[in-house]
Each structure stands twice: as structure tokens, then as C-alpha cells.
């Protein structure tokens, strides 16, 4: 891989490497080659740096999107209310556990601990509607002699990601908790030029009088460790009867790899409203709006920062009691980004294509889950996860499991 401008075309799968010393060396290849192991050059070295690089959107939506994949919510879901009586906190009288994935507007109680543990395994399946199994790109091959050629190439990309995500939660005041969330991902990427579209199946010849031909070849990797670290602050600022009101913060450290995908690469801050209602049937309501910094993995050129999009979050659902010791919740989850690199297709020389731009997009998800209470203050909860539009990077089900405590 140190010598990958030398063997480039061999990384692509297109064939004789001694054609590939004739590529230009641009910034982004001179990145590359410095970190030709980590998973955010895994594509680049495929297509031999060129500029701009076809799989940019690729690793910029990858980036963005896999660092923003939803965690479970922190609160926890038995809450203790202060007694005037007695002056000691009990055991609240909701009547559910709440939502899995989202938030509800009640805190904790002044001095309750909650720490939780989940799992959940995302298989990422398209990219704005194109199909990561079927990626069309055409870009030109040049010679050692300046001599270029179109080639044309269909592609196939697989991208999953198991995470584990550690939770603690404190009830600093009656009215106040703060949280962290620690994840840990396991991230595993691959490339593959699987086929070529006739005629734009062979480049140019060399000074030898030998002609660059397609052959397919794959390029792979994983990596895994600890990701951007989360701390949540959350105030109750309207208790009406059963309405709850609460406000908070999420500061999203720059703790994980960005170039292997762990972490977005910048601080982010997230603030938040959660509204609900409790009853047996109770319904909830969070907005949310993510601020991020400049990343390596917002730019349009590796080894180049660019603006990690923003975006704006709402959730609706509602959790309802099935008896004393489960819930079932329903979430119904939006979310508009702003300013994303995007990838469309298109036609060139009359052969499928992507074309590269950037803009807005929607995408909406659902998601249900359980609570059970087994016995005291633990609870097991049980989720799915669903993509509702093909906007940006689409998931298959994702599933997901988690256990609580709250002492």
C-alpha cells in the first residue's frame, strides 16, 4: 500500500501496475498514501486519488451519518419523585417505562444513579437511492505517456457497523440530570470493482504497446475502539400535572478515529426539548438541532476539512403500558440535513454514471420497541429501527438490545 501510486490501477482492479507510475501526485494521494491502512482511504487508493474522487459522497455520508447513528436515550426509564411526607425519594407512580430510543420530559430524581448497556448492528444498503451493490463510475486512465482513456466500472460496497454504547446517568437535582454515553464501534468496509460496462472496458496502451484491461479486485478492512464521547445535561422546566417540559444540551467530544469512521472528527453540541404526558398511554415529543465544526470527513478532497453537516431532528410516538412490568413504544423519527455531499445518477458516453453535487435531504425512520421489568429496578429493552426513504445513507432493520439498572 506504501506504493499504491505505483500499483493503483491493481488496488482498482484494472490490471498492470507498472501504467499506474504515470498518475499525478496530488494532495489527497500524498494523505492517502501517509494513511493508506485507515477505512477513510480505503476507497480513494481503489480509484487511484483521482480528483475529484468518484467515491467522495461515498465517504463524506459515511462519515457524517455513521457518527450521527441514533443511541439509545440515557434516561432512564423508572423515575423517582420526592416524597413532602416523609422527605425521602420513592418510586414514581407512571405508568410506563418510556420510549427506547427517544426522550420523554420527566429527570430521574435528586441523587438516583441509572447506568445501561445496548447493542445494536447497523447493514447499510444504499446511498441516495443508488443501490451500494451497483455503483456505477466512468473516469479517465492516463498513461506514463499522458495518453488518457475513459473506463468505465461497476462497483460494490459493503458497510456494517456493530455497536456497543455504555450509559450513566445522575440525578444531580430533583429537576436536574447529567449523562455520558460511551460507544464503542466495530466498523467493517470493503470495495470491490466487480464488473465493466462495454465498450469502456480498457484504457490506453503504454509505450510497450500493452493496454490496461479490467479485472475485478477487492480491498478490505475494519477497525474498532471508542467513539466520540457524549455528555447530556437535562433540566425539567414544566411540571403541569402529568406534562412534562424539559431543555438540555448534548457536547459531543472528538474522542473517536475519524479515519477509520469511529468519530466525526469535530466537537458537536445538540440542544434539545422533550415534551410528554404520562398516562397508559403516553405521548411524547423531542426537536432537536446538531451543530458540527469543520472535519476531515465534511471535505470534498482527502486530507481536506469541509463543514460536517448540521441537522435538524423531530420525534413523535407514544409508549403504553401492556401491563405493571412492560411497555411498548412506537417513535416515528425525522430529520433534515443540511449541505450533505451527494451522489445522483447520470449518464456519460452513454454508459451509467454517478454525478457528484451537495444539498439538503429528509430522511424519516420508525421504531418500536419494549421494556420488560423483570424484578426491581431493572429493565431489558428490545428494539427495532427502520428506514421510510432512500435520502442519504439507508439501513437495513437495525436491531437493537439493552439492559438498565437505576439504583
Known amino acids: 500500500m506504501k506504493q499504491f501510486l505505483a500499483v493503483s490501477l491493481i488496488c482498482l482492479g484494472l490490471g498492470i501496475g507498472k501504467e499506474a507510475s504515470g498518475q499525478t501526485v496530488t494532495s489527497g494521494s500524498s494523505f492517502c498514501s501517509n494513511h493508506s491502512n485507515s477505512l477513510y ?33 440515557p434516561a432512564s426509564g423508572i423515575i423517582y419523585t420526592l416524597n413532602p411526607a416523609l422527605k425521602i425519594p420513592e418510586r414514581s407512580g407512571q405508568e410506563t417505562y418510556g420510549p427506547v430510543l427517544t426522550e420523554r420530559g420527566d429527570t430521574m430524581g435528586k441523587n438516583k444513579i441509572f447506568v445501561s448497556a ?24 492516463c498513461n506514463s505517456t499522458g495518453q488518457c482513456a475513459p473506463i468505465s466500472t461497476i462497483n460494490r460496497v459493503d458497510l456494517k457497523v456493530n455497536q456497543s454504547a455504555f450509559f450513566a446517568t445522575y440525578g444531580l437535582l430533583e429537576k436536574l440530570d447529567l449523562s455520558v454515553a460511551i460507544p464503542i464501534n466495530d466498523v467493517h468496509m470493503a470495495g470491490q470493482g466487480i464488473s465493466c460496462v462495454v465498450p469502456l472496458c480498457n484504457g490506453p496502451t503504454d ?3 500493452t493496454q490496461v484491461q479490467f479485472k475485478p479486485k477487492k480491498s478490505a478492512n475494519q477497525a474498532n475502539g471508542i467513539g466520540d464521547i457524549v455528555f447530556r445535561v437535562k433540566y425539567r422546566a414544566i411540571s403541569r400535572g402529568r406534562t412534562k417540559v424539559a431543555v438540555g444540551g448534548d457536547f459531543r467530544l472528538n474522542s473517536g478515529d475519524e479515519l477509520n469512521f469511529l468519530g466525526a472528527g469535530t466537537a458537536g453540541f445538540k440542544p434539545f426539548v422533550a415534551v410528554s404526558r404520562g398516562g397508559l398511554i403516553s405521548p411524547h415529543l423531542n426537536v432537536s438541532y446538531q451543530r458540527n465544526g469543520d472535519s476531515l470527513l465534511g471535505g470534498s478532497e482527502a486530507g481536506v476539512k469541509g463543514k460536517l453537516p448540521d441537522s435538524l431532528s423531530y420525534a413523535l410516538g407514544i409508549d403504553a403500558a401492556i401491563n405493571k412490568r412492560a411497555t411498548v413504544a412506537f417513535d416515528f423519527i425525522g430529520e433534515h440535513v443540511y449541505d450533505q455531499l451527494r451522489i445522483k445518477q447520470t449518464v456519460t458516453l452513454g454508459v451509467p454514471d454517478i454525478a457528484l453535487g451537495s444539498g439538503n435531504f429528509n430522511a424519516a425512520k420508525g421504531a418500536a420497541g419494549v421494556k420488560y421489568n423483570p424484578f426491581s429496578n431493572f429493565l431489558i429493552s428490545v428494539n427495532t429501527l427502520w428506514r421510510m426513504d432512500h435520502n442519504g445513507l439507508r439501513n437495513k432493520t437495525v436491531p437493537l438490545a439493552g439492559i438498565s439498572y437505576t439504583f
Open 41 to 73: 482511504c480505503l476507497l480513494p487508493v481503489l480509484y487511484a486519488n483521482a480528483q475529484p474522487n468518484p467515491f467522495t459522497p461515498l465517504t463524506a455520508a459515511f462519515a457524517s451519518q455513521l457518527t450521527q447513528v441514533p443511541l439509545a436515550s
Open 118 to 141: 445496548t447493542y445494536q448492528h447497523f447493514d447499510f444498503s444504499s446511498l441516495d437511492g443508488i443501490s451500494l451493490k451497483e455503483i456505477p463510475v466512468v473516469f479517465n486512465y
Open 207 to 209: 509505450p510497450s504497446n
